[in-house]
């Protein structure tokens, strides 16, 4: 079934002047010109917000006399010293703004008094005679609920205006575990409920609160399941019913059980009866990615879903790539989905909606990159912006489309909708970037502008969707699976078992401690190089908790793409995302020093770290002294202007340095696993720093666009931010592309330690892979950053040789849909497999050859075993269409990797990186000691390990300063 719709031209504006939203502003134009920016101005919409004042995330509702009320978190600046430079004062300091307006009135400013730090997202809605407000705020460890009620006396004669009073500020009891996302409904008696996201017993609970005539009751658990919940939205039926619309991740997915073997986000729906009996309802399922649901209620009492879905989220790519737009019903029981195809592209970018049921029709928005690129030279996608798109639907259920012209922005997807019977109105933040683009003229400059809260009314939707009531979405098409009601034993009758430990067992050497994996290295939408792909804070703490399954993160935007508010935003959701035991949350930030390198700073105490860019770009040893903080370079090696110099390093500061980025490729040296593809220096290769006598542990990172392939592992007491921070300036680290639990000693010495050590004690290595499947190919051992000893060693004899490449293509070095055989000239392919499964390619083996194929941008690195008859390799050609390229591998040395040119395409010659292996060891892992009876003082040793998939780990190194003394008879 497919809605019929018209479709209103993208890009038309909505708005209080809609009529005259393309005619030319002589002053805007007059300023354009100087700026070089051809894009037209839209009028101007209702502020909100006053100017000078930082604002965003707005809530709007309306009152029973047609009177529009909102409120918003405002952003205070820090004070500043006389000579300019930003004080210890901190990021400066949160604060809750709003305005009444009666129908035809002016606008009547307030502020709610809190001293509660750091406030978040303030929900409000309208009872008959009073307005709710209920918002998150405090410190970390101590953050909860608050609420309070709002309502407009009468003026005064010597007033002009009426004024606003705010009730006590009450905290809601029980809402102190890590609470997120409240949102308010008026039940039918008048009694106020909050629904909120809980941090409980390891994972994210729906939880919820009512307040009686004494006050706010405790908050309680809606239900208990094994999953986290997240973004729960409550709408409210005429028969007092609530349902709750959310999504979640599923538990089961961290051991990848034989039932849940592609786990994804999913929409569900809970229905909680006025007598207390509770229904819980599959919304959105199966292997797609569904989530940041939203909900609304129509006069026939149906239940409207929202929600975005994409092929993969966290899986081997970017965050946030193409997204569709899901929508269904839920009427009598059921659910039914809904075509979006004729009024919404099923890909583009549908990001983020918001749904909301006005009396005679539905409205929905989304997120969009603007196809309003600036056409100022030199200008690409790092100048992106998002534009909200409205959706409304005529009497026939056909929809149309428009852009709100004033709506330029990030992506976060600040819209709130209310109506009353004449007319719907959409509240929204935006800085109006696009119109700022022409004046930037460095790549160090921020986008960024100033926030304010906007105001539109919309024009009238008269209609809702049309939907076929007998379509039911299956696992087969894009919409879901099928509508159901959960069993019995599913939901809260059952008790919650505990969940898995995603870091599997114990450690194989006598230290007691554990693994911890995580990524310190992630971009959102606030730093200009991460364009339209890496995603916002939310994506990367639901990635975190979700498929990254990691238990440490650090985002880590440019300083220079940011401005103070958003610093104060950043800092702001690491307290809100921290759950010790569970999700580790780093504030952090990327330092770009011309001629000096790339560095993430991380700081153990996020609270009072100020906006401070004259600090920023000083060098490590004179940064922030006063400030616990770990500095760690990558992009080790991409060129003098912003390449990392060793003379630069500073061991207080540097105690560990990013080796490998999914998105780049390994820094190590020239010629090795995985190079990065923009190294361009090799006297900043490993070995180089080593041979200085600098000591440092290694990690890998994420940076762009590379998902779940590059891992830092931590050996730590627990999951606390001290914890972690601890283990990472003790260089107890190794770098990884999957979760193998590599740990190295020597003697009493462990992994990234210097210090003495006995001469008849070995490097010993302790190798465990990811799961009983994974098998180690090779060890490689480094002396003092040259290769030392090797596994396996040569067999001078074989009756058949049979060996391992993998071939490596990064960074979009091939187009969508593209296919590549390769086959063995003289030999055999045995197996193929891709070192990310979930990756979205596909590799398929036939007859001896291996055809590769991938739907989207990707990082693809694909592991062949060749048998070969004699003792020496042949050739390994590569096919594209009629074109094709030989190689001959007998040539390369073992362990090494080298730069092959594959057949052109429409798009020119695309290249990949071959490595060839060797034979491989073929174990599942164990103790592997190396002696050395030449060690001297100065020797340093690390380890690098391959598995039979193309997997990498690399240990920290372990520096010997000489051999203790013997201890006394």
Same mark, same amino acid.
């Given at each position: 079934?497919?809605?019929?719709?018209?479709?209103?031209?993208?890009?038309?504006?909505? &708005?209080?002047?809609?009529?005259?939203?393309?005619?030319?502003?002589?002053?805007?134009?007059?300023?354009?010109?100087? !700026?070089?920016?051809?894009?037209? +101005?839209?009028?101007?919409?209702?502020?909100?917000?006053?100017?000078?004042?930082?604002?965003?995330?707005?809530?709007?509702?309306?009152?029973?006399?047609?009177?529009?009320?909102?409120?918003?978190?405002? /952003?205070?600046?820090?004070?500043?010293?006389?000579?300019?430079?930003?004080?210890?004062?901190?990021?400066?300091?949160?604060?809750?703004?709003?305005?009444?307006?009666?129908?035809?009135?002016?606008?009547?400013?307030?502020?709610?008094?809190?001293?509660?730090?750091?406030?978040?997202?303030?929900?409000?809605?309208?009872?008959?005679?009073?307005? /709710?407000?209920?918002?998150?705020?405090?410190?970390?460890?101590?953050?909860?609920?608050?609420?309070?009620?709002?309502?407009?006396?009468?003026?005064?004669?010597?007033?002009?205006?009426?004024?606003?009073?705010?009730?006590?500020?009450?905290?809601?009891?029980?809402?102190?575990?890590?609470?997120?996302?409240?949102?308010?409904?008026?039940?039918?008696?008048?009694?106020?409920?909050?629904?909120?996201?809980?941090? +409980?017993? &390891?994972?994210?609970?729906?939880?919820?609160?009512? +307040?009686?005539?004494?006050?706010?009751?405790?908050?309680?658990?809606?239900?208990?399941?094994?999953?986290?919940?997240?973004?729960?939205?409550?709408?409210?039926?005429? *028969?007092?019913?609530?349902?709750?619309?959310?999504?979640?991740?599923?538990?089961?997915?961290?051991?990848?059980?034989?039932?849940?073997?592609?786990?994804?986000?999913?929409?569900?729906?809970?229905?909680?009866?006025?007598?207390?009996?509770?229904?819980?309802?599959?919304?959105?399922?199966?292997?797609?990615?569904?989530?940041?649901?939203?909900?609304?209620?129509?006069?026939?009492?149906?239940? /409207?879903?929202?929600?975005?879905?994409?092929?993969?989220?966290?899986?081997?790519?970017?965050?946030?790539?193409?997204?569709?737009?899901?929508?269904?019903?839920?009427?009598? &029981?059921?659910?039914?989905?809904?075509?979006?195809?004729?009024?919404?592209? !099923?890909?583009?970018?549908?990001?983020?909606?918001?749904?909301?049921?006005?009396?005679?029709?539905?409205?929905?928005?989304? !997120?969009?990159?603007?196809?309003?690129?600036?056409?100022?030279?030199?200008?690409?996608?790092?100048?992106?912006?998002?534009?909200?798109?409205?959706?409304?639907?005529?009497?026939?259920?056909?929809?149309?489309?428009?852009?709100?012209?004033?709506?330029?922005?990030?992506?976060?997807?600040?819209?709130?909708?209310?109506?009353?019977?004449?007319?719907?109105?959409?509240?929204?933040?935006?800085?109006?970037?696009?119109?700022?683009?022409?004046?930037?003229?460095?790549?160090?400059?921020?986008?960024?502008?100033?926030?304010?809260?906007?105001? #539109?009314?919309?024009?009238? @939707?008269?209609?809702?969707?049309?939907?076929?009531?007998?379509?039911?979405?299956?696992?087969?098409?894009?919409?879901?699976?099928?509508?159901?009601?959960?069993?019995?034993?599913?939901?809260?009758?059952?008790?919650?078992?505990?969940?898995?430990?995603?870091?599997?067992?114990?450690?194989?050497?006598?230290?007691?401690?554990?693994?911890? /994996?995580?990524?310190? =290295?992630?971009?959102?939408?606030?730093?200009?190089?991460?364009?339209?792909?890496?995603?916002?804070?939310?994506?990367?703490?639901?990635?975190? !908790?979700?498929?990254?399954?990691?238990?440490?993160?650090?985002?880590?935007?440019?300083?220079?793409?940011?401005?103070?508010? @958003?610093?104060? +935003?950043?800092?702001?959701?690491?307290?809100?995302?921290?759950?010790? =035991?569970?999700?580790?949350?780093?504030?952090?930030?990327?330092?770009?020093?011309?001629?000096?390198?790339?560095?993430?700073?991380?700081?153990?105490?996020?609270?009072?770290?100020?906006?401070?860019? *004259?600090?920023?770009?000083?060098?490590?040893?004179?940064?922030?002294?006063?400030?616990?903080?770990?500095?760690?370079?990558?992009?080790?090696?991409?060129?003098?202007?912003?390449?990392?110099?060793?003379?630069?390093? =500073?061991?207080?500061?540097?105690?560990?340095?990013?080796?490998?980025?999914?998105?780049?490729?390994?820094?190590?040296?020239?010629?090795?696993?995985?190079?990065?593809?923009?190294?361009?220096? *090799?006297?900043?290769?490993?070995?180089?720093?080593?041979?200085?006598?600098?000591?440092?542990?290694?990690?890998?990172?994420?940076?762009?666009?590379?998902?779940?392939?590059?891992?830092?592992?931590?050996?730590?007491?627990?999951?606390?931010? #001290?914890?972690?921070?601890?283990?990472?300036?003790?260089?107890? @680290?190794?770098?990884?592309?999957?979760?193998?639990?590599?740990?190295?000693?020597?003697?009493?010495?462990?992994?990234?330690?210097?210090?003495?050590?006995?001469?008849?004690?070995?490097?010993?290595?302790?190798?465990?892979?990811?799961?009983?499947?994974?098998?180690?190919?090779?060890?490689?051992?480094?002396?003092?950053?040259?290769?030392?000893?090797?596994?396996?060693?040569?067999?001078?004899?074989?009756?058949?040789?049979?060996?391992?490449?993998?071939?490596?293509?990064?960074?979009?070095?091939?187009?969508?849909?593209?296919?590549?055989?390769?086959?063995?000239?003289?030999?055999?392919?045995?197996?193929?497999?891709?070192?990310?499964?979930?990756?979205?390619?596909?590799?398929?083996?036939?007859?001896?050859?291996?055809?590769?194929?991938?739907?989207?941008?990707?990082?693809?690195?694909?592991?062949?075993?060749?048998?070969?008859?004699?003792?020496?390799?042949?050739?390994?050609?590569? #096919?594209?269409?009629?074109?094709?390229?030989?190689?001959?591998?007998?040539?390369?040395?073992?362990?090494?990797?080298?730069?092959?040119?594959?057949? &052109?395409?429409?798009?020119?010659?695309?290249?990949?990186?071959?490595?060839?292996?060797?034979?491989?060891?073929?174990?599942?892992?164990?103790?592997?000691?190396?002696?050395?009876?030449?060690?001297?003082?100065?020797?340093?040793?690390?380890?690098?390990?391959?598995?039979?998939?193309?997997?990498?780990?690399?240990?920290?190194?372990?520096?010997?300063?000489?051999?203790?003394?013997?201890?006394?008879?």
């Amino acid at each position: 079934m497919r809605a019929k719709g018209r479709w209103l031209l993208a890009g038309a504006c909505l &708005g209080l002047a809609a009529s005259a939203a393309l005619v030319p502003n002589p002053a805007a134009q007059n300023r354009r010109r100087q !700026r070089e920016d051809p894009t037209p +101005r839209a009028p101007e919409p209702l502020w909100l917000s006053p100017a000078g004042q930082i604002a965003f995330e707005p809530s709007l509702a309306t009152d029973s006399t047609g009177g529009l009320w909102c409120v918003w978190v405002a /952003w205070n600046a820090p004070q500043e010293s006389v000579a300019g430079e930003t004080t210890a004062t901190g990021p400066g300091t949160g604060s809750l703004a709003g305005v009444w307006k009666a129908a035809g009135g002016e606008l009547v400013r307030f502020e709610v008094p809190s001293s509660a730090p750091f406030p978040a997202r303030p929900h409000l809605v309208h009872s008959p005679n009073k307005a /709710w407000l209920v918002w998150e705020a405090g410190r970390e460890g101590e953050r909860q609920l608050f609420s309070t009620s709002l309502s407009a006396a009468a003026p005064a004669q010597s007033q002009s205006a009426p004024a606003i009073a705010v009730g006590a500020i009450e905290n809601i009891p029980g809402s102190n575990q890590g609470p997120l996302a409240p949102k308010l409904v008026i039940r039918s008696d008048g009694t106020p409920s909050v629904v909120f996201q809980s941090e +409980r017993g &390891g994972q994210y609970d729906i939880a919820i609160a009512d +307040r009686k005539q004494s006050g706010w009751e405790s908050a309680r658990p809606l239900f208990e399941s094994e999953h986290d919940e997240w973004d729960p939205q409550p709408v409210l039926r005429s *028969d007092g019913s609530l349902a709750v619309i959310y999504d979640r991740w599923p538990a089961a997915s961290e051991s990848k059980s034989e039932t849940n073997t592609d786990p994804s986000f999913d929409v569900e729906l809970a229905l909680l009866e006025e007598e207390g009996a509770l229904t819980r309802y599959t919304v959105a399922g199966g292997p797609q990615h569904q989530a940041h649901p939203s909900a609304t209620v129509d006069a026939r009492d149906r239940i /409207w879903i929202a929600w975005e879905e994409c092929e993969r989220f966290g899986r081997g790519g970017p965050l946030r790539n193409d997204r569709a737009l899901g929508l269904a019903v839920f009427e009598a &029981g059921k659910v039914h989905a809904v075509d979006t195809e004729e009024w919404s592209p !099923r890909r583009g970018r549908n990001d983020l909606p918001r749904i909301h049921a006005a009396p005679n029709g539905l409205f929905l928005s989304s !997120r969009r990159t603007s196809r309003e690129k600036p056409k100022v030279r030199g200008k690409s996608f790092w100048y992106t912006t998002w534009q909200t798109e409205i959706f409304s639907f005529d009497k026939q259920g056909g929809g149309s489309r428009a852009t709100i012209a004033a709506s330029h922005g990030h992506n976060d997807a600040s819209e709130s909708f209310a109506s009353t019977q004449d007319a719907t109105f959409v509240a929204f933040a935006t800085d109006d970037r696009l119109n700022g683009f022409g004046a930037i003229r460095e790549w160090g400059e921020s986008i960024e502008g100033s926030w304010r809260i906007a105001l #539109e009314r919309l024009p009238q @939707s008269s209609g809702f969707p049309s939907f076929d009531p007998s379509f039911d979405p299956s696992f087969e098409t894009d919409q879901g699976t099928p509508a159901r009601p959960l069993t019995p034993d599913q939901d809260e009758s059952e008790s919650r078992t505990k969940l898995p430990d995603p870091t599997g067992a114990t450690r194989e050497s006598s230290s007691e401690r554990r693994i911890f /994996w995580g990524d310190l =290295h992630r971009h959102t939408h606030l730093s200009r190089c991460s364009g339209s792909k890496d995603g916002t804070i939310a994506d990367a703490y639901r990635y975190a !908790r979700g498929p990254g399954r990691l238990d440490f993160i650090a985002v880590t935007d440019h300083y220079q793409h940011m401005q103070p508010w @958003s610093w104060w +935003r950043s800092l702001r959701d690491t307290i809100r995302h921290y759950a010790p =035991h569970k999700l580790v949350t780093f504030a952090a930030v990327e330092r770009v020093r011309p001629m000096g390198g790339h560095y993430n700073d991380l700081y153990l105490d996020p609270h009072s770290i100020p906006f401070a860019p *004259d600090i920023w770009r000083k060098p490590s040893a004179t940064h922030a002294p006063q400030l616990p903080v770990i500095s760690i370079p990558h992009m080790l090696g991409i060129g003098a202007r912003t390449g990392f110099n060793w003379d630069d390093f =500073h061991p207080d500061r540097h105690r560990v340095l990013e080796l490998f980025q999914g998105y780049r490729g390994s820094y190590e040296g020239a010629g090795l696993p995985y190079e990065a593809v923009d190294r361009e220096r *090799d006297e900043v290769s490993l070995a180089s720093g080593l041979e200085r006598g600098l000591h440092f542990g290694l990690i890998a990172s994420s940076d762009h666009a590379s998902s779940n392939t590059s891992l830092a592992g931590l050996w730590a007491d627990q999951a606390t931010r #001290e914890s972690i921070f601890e283990a990472l300036h003790a260089r107890r @680290s190794m770098a990884a592309t999957a979760r193998t639990k590599v740990d190295a000693m020597l003697g009493a010495l462990k992994m990234g330690e210097r210090g003495l050590a006995a001469a008849s004690a070995p490097f010993e290595l302790f190798i465990r892979g990811e799961n009983d499947a994974a098998r180690v190919a090779t060890i490689d051992v480094l002396k003092n950053g040259e290769p030392w000893r090797s596994l396996p060693t040569t067999d001078d004899s074989p009756d058949a040789l049979v060996e391992l490449y993998v071939v490596s293509l990064r960074t979009g070095l091939t187009p969508r849909h593209d296919e590549l055989v390769i086959s063995a000239r003289g030999g055999q392919i045995q197996s193929a497999r891709l070192r990310r499964t979930d990756s979205g390619a596909d590799v398929q083996l036939k007859d001896g050859r291996a055809t590769l194929t991938r739907d989207d941008f990707t990082l693809l690195d694909l592991a062949i075993e060749v048998a070969w008859p004699g003792s020496e390799p042949g050739r390994l050609a590569f #096919e594209r269409g009629d074109k094709n390229t030989h190689v001959n591998v007998s040539e390369w040395q073992l362990g090494r990797s080298q730069e092959i040119q594959l057949p &052109g395409d429409r798009s020119g010659n695309a290249s990949a990186q071959l490595w060839r292996l060797g034979r491989t060891l073929d174990k599942t892992g164990g103790s592997f000691p190396f002696p050395d009876p030449a060690r001297r003082p100065g020797d340093v040793y690390y380890a690098r390990i391959a598995w039979t998939d193309g997997e990498l780990a690399w240990t920290s190194p372990i520096r010997v300063d000489g051999e203790p003394k013997p201890l006394p008879k």
